[in-house]
């Protein structure tokens, strides 16, 4: 099993930043992939970036430039800095654990989530 907990949500107006932190426990088992996903109200959950355990980077369209993903793997940590943020990206963010499949990040394991809130 494994244990994925997320912090650094909040409140931020148009333009600025956040920083976003997950930290995995448990059952690990390195190497892994880990991805930060994020739901708005009444969508569906949605794939943000992913990082290979080498540090390969994937994004989506709507955040490529904007956002960054790393990770320590020393610490088990993923991290998701966040610039330029827009109303738009206000949603439920989540990391997650698993894989890459045919180049695409599947989670095997979520954390509970971090709320993100861009006012304009």
């Known amino acids: 099993q494994v244990q994925l907990v997320e912090s650094g949500g909040g409140v931020v107006q148009a333009g600025g930043s956040l920083r976003l932190s997950c930290v995995a426990s448990?059952?690990?088992?390195?190497?892994?992939?880990m991805g930060w996903y994020r739901q708005a109200p009444g969508k569906q959950r949605d794939l943000v970036a992913s990082?290979?355990?080498?540090?390969?980077?994937k994004y989506e369209d709507s955040v490529s430039g904007r956002f960054t993903i790393s990770r320590d793997n020393a610490k088990n940590m993923v991290y998701l800095q966040m610039n330029s943020l827009k109303p738009e990206d206000t949603a439920v963010y989540y990391c997650?654990?698993?894989?890459?499949?045919?180049?695409?990040?599947?989670?095997?394991?979520w954390g509970q989530g971090t709320q993100v809130t861009v006012s304009s």
């Open positions: 990082i290979s355990y080498l540090g390969a980077t």
């Open positions: 448990g059952n690990t088992f390195s190497p892994n992939a």
């Open positions: 997650g654990v698993g894989k890459i499949v045919n180049g695409i990040f599947v989670a095997d394991y």
